[in-house]
């Protein structure tokens, strides 16, 4: 009994021991990093008032806070920054959809600043920047070396006032210059049409109104065809969407989905992760879906690929996306600014990140090129040709009845309008083209 309570006691006093020499390194490193930390800040401070003091101009010190505030964020990743007052109330005003530029959603890539993608129907977009320009100068000022957010407030300015930007793109042995009008940027979430008996919802970003827009089109276009059950399928179109709400993101997504994971959140803790699921309902009622995207697809666009994708809900049809795969949470803080940080990835339902990679369509298109033809070709690709019902006395087709000759006319309108939708929008062609195979072959179980 002796011998068993010694050892009990002998085990208990090495694990004592064991501790106490495990611990002592640790806390003599935590509290070597807390100097470290306090050192640096006093460095902070010492270089902070030589600058006021010695600097050959006056500072205001509130921009130089800012600015060191800025350059602490910015080091982390291209999406973490600091919002000044006037910047944090931009941002919340364009989640509401209305506010002044000229239309198009940047990052920054090798110090200059790169298109995203140009938001349908601004300034941009009608000047002809692309996804995936990169901009240099703004009105012959180089951008290079600046921050994200000093790049864009270059490129900010009065409704109606001109800006110059260069561009260099790539397929282009030389950078030009694009002159853009500055206008008020009106974001429609989602616009919508009819192409033939298919549904076509464009969701040109993922703000307060995409969900409700979404659900009010969707209906519109289905009464106008006369009904879920004369709808062939939906074409959910998120190309040069540059992302948004992650919220909005959720709700488009659950709109298609029955049930099942959406995406996921993890971040630098394990229980701050987040998983958020579908509930019952689909307003497409099964119908297909193939959904459009693009190298300007980004964040909140690709949640909704990759989750209907994963969840084989959808065809995914064009180029790969953007690879925005982060969370980026606003914190408030005083003096009415705010914090811009990445507090999280997310995850699609099978668990795959998107973060650098992207969506990888099902099935790739690319966008081919504008065509840009001489006149003459031109004109005549646009005169009318004759065939042999345009001769004179040519014989009548005594094959078909006139109900079966004004059917067959209708079909060929159809064939002709999917051909000019080709030269149009190849890859919508194609999305549609999909969707009418798919219901050649019918129902599967």
Same mark, same amino acid.
């Given at each position: 009994m002796k011998k068993f309570v010694m050892a009990a006691l002998g085990g208990t006093v090495a694990g004592a021991l064991l501790t106490t020499q495990v611990a002592g390194p640790l806390l003599a490193q935590d509290n070597a990093r807390n100097t470290s930390v306090y050192e640096q800040l006093d460095l902070f401070g010492d270089i902070f008032e030589r600058i006021r003091a010695q600097y050959v101009e006056q500072v205001d010190e509130g921009e130089l806070i800012e600015a060191a505030i800025n350059g602490m964020l910015t080091s982390l990743d291209p999406h973490s920054s600091y919002l000044a007052p006037k910047d944090f109330g931009d941002m919340q005003v364009q989640t509401r959809g209305e506010f002044g530029g000229l239309g198009i959603e940047v990052t920054q890539e090798d110090g200059f600043v790169k298109v995203v993608s140009p938001i349908d129907d601004t300034p941009a977009a009608e000047a002809g920047i692309e996804a995936g320009d990169f901009i240099t100068h703004v009105d012959g000022e180089s951008v290079l070396g600046l921050t994200l957010d000093a790049a864009v407030t270059m490129m900010r300015g009065p409704v109606g006032s001109e800006i110059v930007i260069t561009v260099v793109r790539e397929g282009f042995d030389e950078p030009f210059d694009v002159t853009i009008t500055r206008d008020t940027i009106k974001l429609t979430a989602v616009r919508s049409r009819v192409v033939r008996d298919t549904v076509v919802m464009r969701i040109t970003t993922f703000n307060d109104q995409t969900f409700p827009n979404l659900e009010e089109k969707m209906a519109e276009e289905v009464a106008e065809l006369g009904g879920m059950e004369a709808v062939s399928g939906f074409v959910i179109d998120l190309r040069n969407n540059p992302g948004g709400l992650l919220t909005q993101a959720i709700k488009v997504s659950d709109a298609f989905l029955d049930k099942g994971e959406i995406v996921s959140t993890r971040g630098r803790d394990p229980q701050d992760g987040e998983r958020f699921n579908a509930t019952p309902g689909d307003l497409a009622e099964g119908k297909p879906i193939v959904v459009l995207i693009n190298g300007g697809s980004a964040s909140a666009s690709e949640i909704v690929a990759g989750a209907l994708q994963d969840h084989r809900r959808a065809i995914v049809v064009g180029t790969k996306s953007f690879g925005k795969g982060s969370v980026q949470s606003v914190v408030p803080l005083r003096g009415d600014g705010a914090m811009r940080l990445t507090t999280a990835r997310y995850y699609t339902p099978s668990g *795959?990140?998107?973060? /650098?990679? $992207?969506?990888?369509?099902?099935?790739?298109?690319?966008?081919?090129? @504008? @065509?840009?033809?001489?006149? =003459?070709?031109?004109?005549?690709?646009? @005169?009318? *040709? *004759? /065939?042999?019902?345009?001769?004179? $006395?040519? &014989?009548?087709?005594? /094959?078909? /009845?006139?109900?079966? *000759?004004?059917?067959? &006319?209708?079909? @060929?309108?159809?064939?002709?309008?999917?051909? =000019?939708?080709? =030269? =149009?929008?190849?890859?919508?062609?194609?999305?549609?083209?999909?969707?009418? $195979?798919?219901?050649? &072959? $019918?129902?599967?179980?």
């Open positions: *795959r990140s998107i973060q /650098s990679l $992207g969506v990888s369509p099902d099935i790739v298109v690319a966008q081919p090129p @504008r @065509r840009v033809e001489a006149e =003459e070709d031109e004109e005549a690709n646009n @005169r009318p *040709r *004759r /065939s042999e019902a345009d001769l004179r $006395g040519a &014989l009548d087709n005594d /094959s078909i /009845s006139e109900a079966e *000759r004004e059917q067959l &006319l209708k079909e @060929r309108q159809k064939a002709e309008d999917a051909a =000019e939708l080709r =030269e =149009e929008d190849y890859q919508l062609a194609y999305a549609i083209d999909i969707l009418k $195979g798919l219901n050649a &072959l $019918g129902p599967t179980d």
